[in-house]
């Protein structure tokens, strides 16, 4: 085998074995959407953030789900999870441990940081801007540089992703260098009316239990053939997706995110050079997660991800809807058609629900209301598009709808 070859078949290998992860990561992503309504973005968006090495600021009503979507795809992925709510009279100590008494004794000031926001791998902090002057200039470097230093404690933190949640966004210009650590944004609103009845039929239900990958091992896992004994190892999985995503090749799409940044600015939506910088680890995410080792036209759907307001992305979408009309992402499929609008989006989405709509209806007694959700899918992709424009895995999930819900 000469060298040429030998390189080639060692790429080819990585190649597949990022495919793998992302389908892994995307099979997590699924199973955390489970059961919830119209809040699968968010839990996508976290999983992007978490391979580019960026955090996520959600800003949304109260109510809305924003904790319960980060907690279910934090229990998805595995590792250490923190949670807390910030007030105005929250204490450091609170989020990054108590004096280490031991030490005090002795005359040095460290701290305990077992068990809290240091030492987490998935964190989420709601409320986020309410923390005080004290508690928000010790979070900047943590999540800028992944470093806690406090006292004589200095702790390389293993911080994949930290999302922080508002109910809007602030006024004072004084929290602006902190919100500017969240490079991702998204803007929740409540369920629309048309969902009203899922969102009913779906608060009926149990409480799903936020069971940790390592809890489920060896029970069956119907999201993929790798089983849950694989589910243990998302955390795995996503160190290699940001590792490849560090490595991904950016020089095709490059000049198409110049464009996009520059249509963006003289929009009028406010990018600065950092943001802008920061947009391509986003956009090597988001390819890696579909299964590639190069960036494309593909992926830069999450552009209007960094645009700062709700207005702000409502309008990069507008002003780059032809840049991202092929854009779509197979593990992140809900998230790429909101922030596109493209027909691919949509149909690599549309896949992925018959194919779960599917799942569900062969363990479900026949009736009336799981037969009506497998129509409704079906109007939709009959509603979307000309048979003649279906992709192959889009026709195969159509076909297998109508029989399903043709007359026995």
Known sequence: MTETSATATAHDAHAAADAADAELIGHAVAAAGQGMIDRETVAEVVVLCAVAGEHLLVVGAPGTAKSEAVRRIAGQLGGRYFEYLLGRFTEPNELFGPVDLRRLREGRIEFETAGMLPEAEIAFLDE?????????????????????????TVLHSPLRVCVGAA??????????AFADRFLARVFVEPVADARLEELLEAGRRPAASPLHPRDLAGSGDPMGPTGLAAAADRLGALDRLAAAARACDLDEVTPLVAAALRRLRAAGVPISDRRAVRSQKLVAAAAVLDGRTAASARDLWVLPLVAPTADAQAQARDTLADLVEKAANRSLAHAAEELSRSSAARAERLVRTGTQLLAAHRTLPEGRDSRLRLEAALREIDAGFDPADLSGALAGIRAELVAAVAPA
Do not use: M, Q, Y
Not at 128 to 151: D, H, K, P, Q, Y
Not at 167 to 176: G, K, Q, V
């Open 128 to 152: 986020v801007f309410l923390g005080s002057t004290a508690v928000l200039n010790t979070l900047l470097g943590l999540l800028n540089e992944r470093v806690f230093r406090r006292g004589g």
């Open 167 to 176: 109910n809007h966004l602030p006024d004072d210009p004084a929290l602006a």
